[in-house]
């Protein structure tokens, strides 16, 4: 199973970005997805989470702000992200429950994007 972020680079104050990740391999099914991030010497910290596809949990700094959305099909979440400040500037880290057959156990797992780097600054 992989997860494979796309879409960071630079923007200006005021701009959008969206965020894309998706996970492939042999999955059974993908529960909660959802994108972390990690600004130059701080901790990981959660942006936003989505549960299939209507459940959403943003941290506060970004509500408002950034929307998290899901295509269970293509098991790929993204994360549009408007009004950008150089606050949000991090690499950017998508994650998943995500469910596989492992020999003859059904085992779910935490997986994590390469992560990508969003960097907002004028």
Known sequence: VQLQAYGGGLEQPGGSLRLSCAASGSILGI???GWYRQAP???RELV??????SSTNYAD???????ISRDMAKNTVYLQMNSLNPEDTA???????IT?????RVM???YWGQGTLVTVSS
């Open 31 to 33: 529960n909660a997805m």
């Open 41 to 43: 010497g701080k901790q």
């Open 48 to 53: 936003a989470t989505i549960i299939r596809d």
């Open 61 to 67: 700094s970004v509500k408002g702000r950034f929307t």
């Open 91 to 97: 690499v950017y880290y998508c994650n998943a429950q």
């Open 100 to 104: 596989t057959l492992q020999g003859v």
């Open 108 to 110: 779910t797992n935490d």
